[in-house]
C-alpha cells in the first residue's frame, strides 16, 4: 500500500497518539485523523513523558509528536521511544522551521517531520507513509538540514555500512540521498516501479536503515551524495 492509497474493508485502521501540550490543537488532530476509515486516534496526550508511557502502553503504530512540550520535549520523547525499542513510529508536528529541530528530531529516530501549517491531506498522506515504512521529508528540506548539520564527508568506498550492497542497490542509496522517489529512481534506471521497491527493502536491510529518512542521512554520510549535489 502507497502513501496515498486505503486500506481494503475491513483492514485494521492505523492506531495513531497525538501528542501536543495544545489542547485546541490536539482536538483539532483527533477530528481530522479519526475521519479516515483507516485511521484511529487511541489517545492524546500534552507531555513527552506521557507520549512515551501511553506508547508504551497502546503499542500505536505512529505517534504525532510536537516538539516543544512540557515535562519531556518532543525529541527527548523520541529519543526514549527508541531506547525502549518500541516500534512505534514517530511523525513530528512543529511549528518552528528550524533546521537543527528536524537534524535532532531525525537522530532521535522520528520517520518524519511536518510544520504545523501543512494541508490536512499532507498530514494524512505523511501517517499512512510513516506508518508504512516509506517516510520521506521534503526534497528540499532534507538536503538543506544535511548540508547544514552533517560533516562534508569524502566519499568513502569502504565504509562497513555499505559492504554489502551491490552495485545497483549502491545506486539506488545513491538516488535515494538526493530525494527521489520509487518512481523517479524506475524511470531513470529504465527499471519496474516493484524492482525498485524491491532494492529499496534490500538496501534499507543490508544497512540497517530504519526508512527512507536514515538512507538519506547514510547516503550523505557515506559520501555517496554531497552538498549541493542535485
Known amino acids: 500500500m502507497t502513501a496515498g492509497e486505503m486500506p481494503a474493508t475491513g483492514a485494521t ?4 497518539v497525538i501528542a501536543d501540550d495544545e489542547a485546541l490543537f490536539r482536538s483539532g488532530l ?3 485523523v479519526d475521519a479516515q476509515q483507516d485511521l484511529t486516534v487511541v489517545a492524546e496526550v500534552a507531555n513527552g513523558r506521557e507520549a512515551v508511557d501511553t506508547a508504551q502502553r497502546e503499542r500505536p503504530d505512529v505517534v504525532l509528536m510536537d516538539i516543544q512540550m ?3 520535549d518532543g525529541i527527548a520523547a523520541t529519543t526514549e521511544l527508541r ?5 512505534t513510529k514517530v511523525l513530528i508536528l512543529t511549528t518552528f522551521d528550524l533546521d537543527r ?3 535532532d528530531a531525525l ?12 494541508r490536512p491531506a499532507r498530514l494524512i498522506e505523511a501517517i499512512r507513509a510513516v506508518a508504512a515504512g516509506d517516510a520521506l521529508l521534503d526534497t528540499a528540506l532534507t538536503r538543506r538540514l544535511i548540508e547544514k548539520w ?3 564527508p569524502r566519499p568513502d568506498t569502504a565504509d562497513p555500512r555499505l559492504a554489502t550492497l551491490t552495485d545497483r542497490e549502491r545506486e539506488v542509496l545513491t538516488l535515494i540521498g538526493r530525494g527521489l522517489s520509487n518512481t523517479e529512481i524506475a524511470a531513470l534506471l529504465h527499471l519496474g516501479e516493484s524492482t525498485v521497491k524491491t532494492h529499496v ?3 534499507l536491510a543490508k544497512t540497517g536503515s530504519r526508512d527512507r529518512v536514515q538512507a538519506v542521512i547514510l547516503a550523505f554520510e557515506c559520501g555517496l551524495v554531497t552538498p549541493g549535489q542535485q
Open 201 to 203: 527493502g534490500r538496501t
Open 30 to 32: 483527533r477530528l481530522m
Open 101 to 103: 529541530y528536524v537534524y
Open 83 to 87: 531506547r525502549r525499542g518500541l516500534h
Open 70 to 72: 512540557p515535562v519531556l
Open 13 to 16: 485502521a492505523l492506531r495513531v
Open 107 to 118: 537522530r532521535a529516530g522520528a520517520s518524519g517531520f511536518l510544520l504545523k501549517s501543512a
Open 150 to 152: 552533517v560533516a562534508h
